[in-house]
């Protein structure tokens, strides 16, 4: 209404009051059609000023992301390097594998133990049977 009655103050004012409910394309394509940038551009300033304050806060906040994660595997990979350093320092738990050519390469049952005089050897597997020499 003001528009079409030329009164420019009134849009500047309209465009100040309403800020949040006036979208910028609708503001920029009325102030161009009605010669009246100059009374439209501290609203646009506000709005490239809030807007770009948006973007640079989300690039803030994708950044501090980023070096999180990274944070976060370099963490996993010390923890992985000490416990590798852990690991080489411990002996091994299991007993060495069978050299070849000794003992028949360790398979097979343990030789016979030989038992005390006047006694008959024991079995490779546990105790002679019970009632009999």
Not at 26 to 38: Q, R, Y
């Amino acid at each position: 209404y003001f528009i079409e009655q030329g009164k420019k103050e009134c849009f500047a004012t309209c465009l100040f009051v309403c800020y949040d409910l006036i979208r910028p394309d609708v503001a920029l394509e009325l102030a161009w059609i009605n010669n009246m940038i100059d009374f439209a551009f501290p609203y646009l300033l506000q709005f490239i000023r809030e807007y770009s304050g948006k973007v640079d806060e989300l690039i803030k906040d994708k950044l501090e992301a980023q070096k999180e994660v990274k944070a976060k595997e370099q963490e996993e990979k010390d923890v992985m390097s000490q416990q590798n350093m852990y690991a080489q320092l411990l002996p091994l738990a299991l007993p060495a594998p069978p050299m070849p050519g000794m003992g028949g390469g360790g398979y097979g049952p343990p030789p016979p133990m030989g038992g005390m005089p006047g006694m008959p050897p024991m079995p490779p597997y546990g105790m002679p049977p019970m009632g009999g020499y």
